[in-house]
């Protein structure tokens, strides 16, 4: 099996920063891209950011261009969200995402990926 675990968030004031990661471990496998997701208490689940296995290719959702910065190392097998000037609307369960295989462009669909990971809580207080 694959297991995509995310951990780093927690609770943060406006203006804050947080850097969430997504370990990528069990089965291994190369050429994945990875998403990042997130989902606000009675909202849908909403695209975030996404990378390439590369890192060639990036896309961010509108509401958080130029504030977060999606990365991975490859070698530690681990995907990274930094998230910068939060405020309360990035309030939400973030969850990573890995889609096997090597990709044209952006997946930005739930129904894209492969693999997901159980969430980290990222709270944004004021």
């Known amino acids: 099996q694959v297991q995509l675990v995310e951990s780093g968030g927690g609770l943060v004031q406006a203006g804050g920063s947080l850097r969430l990661s997504c370990a990528v471990s069990?089965?291994?496998?190369?050429?994945?891209?990875t998403g990042w997701f997130r989902q606000a208490p009675g909202k849908e689940r909403e695209f975030v950011a996404t990378?390439?296995?590369?890192?060639?290719?990036?896309h961010y959702a509108d509401s958080v261009k130029g504030r977060f910065t999606i990365s991975r190392d490859n070698a530690k097998n681990t995907v990274y969200l930094q998230m910068n000037t939060l405020s309360p609307e990035d309030t939400a369960v973030y969850y990573c995402?890995?889609?096997?295989?090597?990709?044209?462009?952006?997946?930005?669909?739930?129904?894209?990926?492969?693999?997901w990971g159980q969430g980290t809580q990222v709270t944004v207080s004021s």
């Open positions: 995402a890995a889609r096997r295989g090597l990709i044209a462009r952006p997946k930005l669909l739930e129904i894209d990926y492969d693999y």
């Open positions: 990378i390439s296995w590369s890192g060639g290719i990036t």
């Open positions: 069990g089965r291994t496998f190369t050429n994945y891209a």
